[in-house]
């Protein structure tokens, strides 16, 4: 798991960066064998959001003879990047618009999401009310059972489990998703999909977003991200942000993602950001 955030961004540049100019998901965006055409064969060092390599870690977690089971997730505002704009209007659980992966070991459910970025787990982690695991050290995360705000019944049939991060011991936590065990379809995630890619009521249609881990020189423990949030690029080790970077135009972002990502847009994607709200002007 740590190695797959550490070499597979998460990153919605096909919104924003579209060959065709005019962005239009289809079903192959979440075809299994499309999505590993783009991430593994092509070596232009892709990744996708988190529907696309989210399935492709469960499509593969599948092949191994792994029990896995994917289902949606409700985002909480409060841990988005959009969080910091003045588009941040105070924590409130989204509708479904994630996918996360529920894997069974000895009978034993655990939460394995790689499509959260540096808010969500680093380390698989069990389905018992009041688990906790280190994130990316200080920052812990913790899994809650019950009821969300939202819900107008506090019915037990209502309950999900929820996902929570803070950085430090003396922070409140921050509330990051809540999820069921209700087993979402391929059908589902395309719905979802579609939504999250083109609703302009949606930051992530109109903002830039990559994210992808730091492991140690050992490779044994995540100690860092790297995120590009619109023309914002930061790299944090241990929460403490050791460089910040501005792009002042699309040429420097361009070079900044192939720089410290490995990410390579071709001119006709390059070309695809013109005039759009996302473009850096």
């Given at each position: 798991?740590?190695h797959?955030?550490?070499?597979?961004?998460?990153?919605?540049?096909?919104?924003?960066?579209?060959s065709?100019?005019?962005f239009?998901?289809?079903?192959?965006?979440?075809?299994?064998?499309?999505?590993?055409?783009?991430i593994?064969?092509?070596?232009?060092?892709?990744?996708?959001?988190?529907?696309?390599?989210?399935?492709?870690?469960?499509?593969?977690?599948?092949?191994?003879?792994?029990?896995?089971?994917?289902?949606?997730?409700?985002?909480?505002?409060?841990?988005?990047?959009?969080?910091?704009?003045?588009?941040?209007?105070?924590p409130?659980?989204?509708?479904?618009?994630?996918?996360?992966?529920?894997?069974?070991?000895?009978?034993?459910?655990?939460?394995?999401?790689?499509?959260?970025?540096?808010?969500?787990?680093?380390?698989?982690?069990?389905?018992?009310p009041?688990?906790?695991?280190?994130?990316?050290?200080?920052?812990?995360?913790?899994?809650?059972?019950?009821?969300?705000?939202?819900?107008?019944?506090?019915?037990?049939?209502?309950?999900?489990?929820?996902?929570?991060?803070?950085?430090?011991?003396?922070?409140?936590?921050?509330?990051?998703?809540?999820?069921?065990?209700?087993?979402?379809?391929?059908?589902?995630?395309?719905?979802?999909?579609?939504?999250?890619?083109?609703?302009?009521?949606?930051?992530?249609?109109?903002?830039?977003?990559?994210?992808?881990?730091?492991?140690?020189?050992?490779?044994?423990?995540?100690?860092?991200?790297?995120?590009?949030?619109?023309k914002?690029?930061?790299?944090?080790?241990?929460?403490?942000v050791?460089?910040?970077?501005?792009?002042?135009?699309?040429?420097?972002?361009?070079?900044?993602?192939?720089?410290?990502?490995?990410?390579?847009?071709?001119?006709?994607?390059?070309?695809?950001?013109?005039?759009?709200?996302?473009?850096?002007s």
């Open positions: 798991m740590r797959h955030l550490a070499s597979i961004p998460y990153e919605n540049l096909a919104i924003h960066y579209s065709s100019r005019e239009v998901p289809s079903i192959s965006m979440l075809d299994m064998q499309e999505i590993y055409s783009l593994v064969e092509r070596g232009t060092g892709r990744g996708g959001m988190c529907m696309q390599i989210n399935g492709l870690f469960g499509t593969v977690l599948r092949s191994l003879g792994f029990e896995i089971m994917s289902t949606a997730a409700r985002i909480n505002t409060a841990c988005q990047d959009v969080a910091r704009t003045a588009e941040y209007e105070g409130t659980y989204n509708g479904w618009n994630h996918m996360v992966n529920l894997v069974t070991l000895s009978s034993q459910r655990y939460l394995v999401d790689v499509g959260m970025g540096a808010k969500g787990p680093m380390v698989p982690i069990p389905l018992i009041g688990a906790s695991v280190f994130s990316i050290s200080p920052r812990t995360a913790r899994l809650l059972h019950g009821c969300i705000p939202e819900h107008t019944s506090s019915a037990t049939s209502n309950a999900l489990w929820r996902l929570e991060v803070r950085n430090h011991e003396v922070d409140e936590w921050t509330p990051a998703y809540a999820f069921s065990e209700i087993e979402f379809l391929p059908v589902d995630f395309e719905v979802m999909n579609w939504y999250t890619s083109t609703n302009p009521q949606n930051w992530l249609a109109r903002k830039v977003l990559v994210g992808k881990m730091i492991l140690d020189e050992k490779g044994n423990e995540i100690v860092g991200d790297l995120t590009l949030f619109e914002t690029f930061r790299r944090r080790i241990h929460g403490q050791d460089l910040e970077v501005q792009c002042v135009n699309e040429g420097e972002r361009v070079k900044l993602l192939k720089k410290y990502f490995g990410i390579k847009l071709t001119v006709s994607e390059q070309e695809g950001i013109k005039e759009k709200v996302s473009e850096i």
